[in-house]
T-cell receptor, first 111, second 114 residues
Framework: KQEVTQIPAALSVPEGENLVLNCSFT??????LQWFRQDPGKGLTSLLL?????REQTSGRLNASLDKSSGRSTLYIAASQPGDSATYLC??????????FGAGTRLAVHP | DTGVSQDPRHKITKRGQNVTFRCDPI?????LYWYRQTLGQGPEFLTY????????KSRLLSDRFSAERPKGSFSTLEIQRTEQGDSAMYLC????????????FGEGSRLTVL
């Protein structure tokens, strides 16, 4: 059974810092891994999708890596801004394209 | 707006009442998912449709819950005899045939059971 864990659960940083959010999964037979952003009371916005055959994906200030052998993914946020404050969720995809989510990392970036 | 649409966005009901949520997926997306999210947790899988066929149901989906997708387009999730423990955000997501595997989520329907 796939289990996804995210560390840290919460993070508070000053504006401008580079951040690393961690995600680990127990079943290396994932189809792909997806990172999402969720603002309070809102739905999920897809940030990056990494296929199982890929090692990383980049979008603007975001970079996500995937290491299936170790069961880890990281989301790197460069030069953080207050607008980055949100909860970041990672999810591994297994059968039927079903996503298994971690509990998320709550990020607060203060000016 | 061609994204996933959910209605209503918020529902407050008394315990014991029935509620129904609707999800309109991205046009021509043949796969549709329902998830439930409680405060401080990640979304948990409830059920999955491919076209009109319901192919998988989580054990979280008790017999008070029923989901349908009668014409392979929109879907409904009904909760009968609501309980306070049903209070959560109900999220819908869709995926197309020519897909990269990326799921697209709606804004969710928040249920509060008093």
């Amino acid at each position: 059974k796939q289990e996804v864990t995210q560390i840290p659960a919460a993070l508070s940083v000053p504006e401008g810092e580079n951040l690393v959010l961690n995600c680990s999964f127990t079943d290396s037979a994932i189809y792909n891994l997806q990172w999402f952003r969720q603002d309070p009371g809102k739905g999920l916005t897809s940030l990056l999708l990494i296929q199982s055959s890929q090692r990383e994906q980049t979008s603007g200030r975001l970079n996500a890596s995937l290491d299936k052998s170790s069961g880890r993914s990281t989301l790197y946020i460069a030069a953080s801004q207050p607008g980055d404050s949100a909860t970041y969720l990672c999810a591994g995809k297994g059968g039927y394209n079903k996503l298994i989510f971690g509990a998320g990392t709550r990020l607060a970036v203060h000016p | 707006d061609t994204g996933v649409s959910q209605d209503p966005r918020h529902k407050i009901t008394k315990r014991g009442q029935n509620v129904t949520f609707r999800c309109d997926p991205i046009s021509e997306h043949n796969r549709l998912y329902w998830y439930r999210q409680t405060l401080g947790q990640g979304p948990e899988f409830l059920t999955y449709f491919q076209n009109e066929a319901q192919l998988e149901k989580s054990r979280l989906l008790s017999d008070r819950f029923s989901a349908e997708r009668p014409k392979g387009s929109f879907s409904t999730l009904e909760i009968q005899r609501t309980e306070q423990g049903d209070s959560a955000m109900y999220l819908c997501a869709s995926l197309g045939r020519r897909h990269t595997g990326e799921l697209f989520f709606g804004e969710g329907s928040r249920l509060t059971v008093l």
